[in-house]
């Protein structure tokens, strides 16, 4: 976590809070336990645009960092370097897979830019927690979602349901997303009232155990990734 700057969870427009107590707006949050990917900080600014928190409360740090290709490269880099003084014996051999994997990133970072500059659109609705602010603010995407990345909650309010129907219709959003490991029910309530589809955008933190009998990897799952957001965005 060191190796990349963590920002704190946004709260956007429509998003719910954990344990909301009036209807779904801005106020009113106090903490409660959250997933184990966030965690608390203070070295950031709790009031950048976008999300908000009240005087004295730390924000949650979203530490869904891996999200963002580029994080992934520094990380990589860090972690062979690491591994090659713990084994300087094989310096070579951990050097050349390391450059390897690392060219393989550059091309998923550069194939995830050029589709989104050719995009017809930029915003993505995900009926779910939200564990993407690193991937968005690295490809410059907008956002709407039920929840914040860290959150433990997984019944919507009504409000944060409607916030995000009436966003689909009048943004004609073809594709709402849920995230792995999810029932995908709120993502299923929206697209069946707006008629768009239902998709994986996956955080690339858990795998189900068939996926990881395949062998499925980060790069897999990220390439899953770019072909959704192909059809979302276009």
Not at 123 to 141: H, K, S
Request: proline content about 4%; charged content about 30%.
């Amino acid at each position: 976590m060191d190796l990349v700057k963590t920002v704190p969870e946004e709260i956007v427009e429509g998003m719910q809070h954990d344990h909301d107590h009036d209807g779904g707006n801005d106020h009113g949050h106090a903490h409660h336990d959250h997933g184990p990917d966030c965690d608390h900080g203070h070295d950031h600014d709790a009031k950048e645009e976008g999300h908000h928190h009240h005087d004295g409360e730390e924000p949650e740090l979203d530490e869904h960092v891996w999200t963002a290709p580029e994080n992934a490269i520094q990380i990589v880099k860090k972690l062979s370097e690491v591994v090659a003084e713990l084994d300087p014996g094989n310096r070579g051999q951990y050097a050349s897979r390391a450059a390897v994997y690392l060219e393989q990133l550059r091309r998923l970072d550069d194939d995830f830019r050029k589709l989104i500059e050719g995009s017809k659109r930029r915003e993505i609705i995900v009926g779910d927690r939200f564990p993407f602010l690193y991937f968005c603010r690295e490809f410059g995407l907008k956002y709407y979602a039920a929840f914040p990345g860290c959150s433990t909650e997984t019944e919507p309010n009504p409000e944060t349901v409607a916030f995000l129907i009436d966003k689909v219709k009048q943004d004609g959003i073809p594709v709402v997303f849920h995230i792995e490991l999810s029932n995908g029910q709120m993502a299923r309530a929206i697209a069946d009232a707006t008629g768009a589809q239902v998709r994986l955008l996956n955080a690339v933190h858990n795998v189900s155990a068939e996926d990881f009998e395949k062998g499925i990897t980060y790069l897999d799952l990220m390439r899953h990734n770019l072909n959704v957001l192909k059809e979302a965005l276009n």
